[in-house]
């Protein structure tokens, strides 16, 4: 069995200690530096990044300055962030995971990252992407069984959370590239709502999906970096040194399991952990209720496709034009798919979209289901960094653009971490997270966080 390298590191832990003093921001510098240079070429989460160290004590200093004394400090003061290598950060390059020349890529800073830094945040670095945050993977490894992909595109910011490089880091989700990665390497992922962070800033695949997501240790470090990222936040509120909310913010959530040829798309063993998950909700008082959903589900997936790639060949018209032989095959390949959609195919599946949105909304309603379930990923993640993995199981979601968790739940027979994906209605973020607290407390947390 592979060396594990996997111990997540509690956000609200962290940033209460940080916002205190504990450490100095100095110390922490040198020792998230040290951390990265020791454990990262192991995993490959970080694009490489000379003067790393001399550029993260700089900016320490700055914001020290800023803020001397703790009462204060913003709620993330020194916290380090990964931010997905598709995401504009004033001072680093933006590469996409890609061999094109970076100033081709270059851009403003992104709303998110503007927001993180309001919020004190330090930029740890670049976090490797699947390239154009599609499906041609980087060199991340799987940071509890290094021989397997972390999964993607997201891959370097699950990673880094789950090696506890940092307890926080921003990725994207087009399908499946937040909560699949999430699942793969057994930490929270959370996508909100499509819209809810500003995407401003972050190199496009297809606009009609895009999202921004971020990974942490737990639930309680989800929500906080929600409240701070996404627009018109209505639900739980940093106080202090404490974080209030809890199960208690959302009611004791009814949870519904979408019966039909949507979950047969799971593994065999993910499904039989899944209906082992469930039968623990249902122990600890939960209600589960079984309800046919996406009858025509390979229709759905049909659609997803259609606008995916239209919208990829759009985003990449003058770049792939230009420098199209400096592409990855498997990218390259899904843009010249995409260069023969008729635009009125994308018109007719996102008008498809509207219809299943009101046909998911009314049976939601009639079957009283606040929340809905299903496995994160097919099963655990694949040997071997060839693939990324399958993300058919975000792939209705993602179509909708309903807000999704990733919570840890279980494992496989071979140690790999399994994901429980926890899906809410739209815009409804806040309730979400805390109904979610009923969960993670009944599945006994997530994995252990320094």
């Known amino acids: 069995m592979e060396q594990p390298l996997a111990r997540p590191r509690s956000l609200t832990r962290e940033a209460v200690g940080l916002r205190s003093g504990a450490p100095d921001l100095s110390e922490h ?3 998230f530096c040290a951390l990265v240079e020791r454990v990262d070429p192991l995993i490959h989460a970080f694009v490489p990044e000379p003067g790393r160290h001399d550029r993260l004590r700089a900016q320490a200093r700055a914001l020290a300055a800023r803020h001397p004394e703790p009462a204060g400090r913003p709620p993330l003061y020194g916290v380090t962030v990964g931010v997905k290598d598709i995401v504009h950060v004033d001072g680093l390059r933006t590469h996409g995971g890609s061999a094109l020349p ?9 709303v998110v990252v503007d927001r993180l830094r309001a919020a004190g945040a330090l ?15 980087g060199p991340t ?33 087009t399908v499946g590239s937040v909560i699949r990665p999430a699942a793969y390497c057994g930490v929270v992922g959370f996508r909100p709502t499509y819209g809810r962070i500003p995407t401003a800033g972050v190199i496009p695949n297809a606009p009609s999906f895009d999202t921004l997501g971020v990974f942490t240790a737990d639930l309680a470090g989800a929500a906080l970096a929600a409240a701070l990222l ?19 913010a959302g009611g004791r959530p009814v949870l519904g399991v979408p019966d039909g040829a949507y979950l047969d798309r799971a593994e065999p ?14 122990q600890a008082g939960l209600t589960v209720r079984r309800v046919p959903l996406f009858p025509d589900f390979a229709g759905i997936a049909r659609q997803l496709q259609t606008v995916n790639r239209f919208e990829l060949a759009r985003s990449h018209a003058d770049w792939f034009a230009r420098f199209g032989g400096l592409y990855r095959p498997e990218t390259a390949a899904s843009i010249r798919v995409g260069q023969g959609v008729a635009a009125e195919d994308r018109a007719a599946a996102l008008q498809a979209r509207d219809r299943l949105r009101e046909r998911v909304a009314r049976a939601t309603a009639e079957a009283g289901v ?4 299903a496995p994160s990923a097919t099963g655990g993640a694949p040997e071997g960094l060839h693939t990324t993995g399958d993300p058919v199981m975000s792939l209705p979601w993602s179509y909708l653009g309903l807000p999704a968790l990733s919570l840890p739940a279980g ?10 994906q926890v899906v809410g209605a739209p815009g409804g973020d806040e309730r979400l997270l805390a109904q979610a607290a009923f969960l993670e407390e009944a599945l006994g947390g997530s994995l252990e966080a320094a």
């Open 269 to 282: 063993a993910a499904l039989r952990a899944f209906e082992e998950t469930l039968e623990r909700l249902a």
């Open 29 to 31: 510098v040198d020792r």
């Open 370 to 373: 606040d929340l809905w379930l």
């Open 102 to 110: 970076p100033g081709v890529l270059a851009g403003p800073q992104a």
């Open 411 to 420: 494992r496989t027979a071979e140690g790999l971490p399994l994901g429980l």
């Open 230 to 248: 996404c627009d018109d936040w209505r639900g739980d509120e940093w106080q202090g040194d404490d974080w209030r909310g809890g199960p208690a």
């Open 141 to 173: 490894r799987n940071p509890h069984h290094p021989g397997h992909t972390p999964g993607g595109s997201s891959s370097g910011s699950a990673a880094a959370v789950a090696a506890g490089l940092v307890p926080l880091a921003v990725g994207t989700q």
């Open 123 to 137: 930029v740890a670095g670049k976090t490797v992407t699947a390239e154009f945050a599609a499906s041609a993977p």
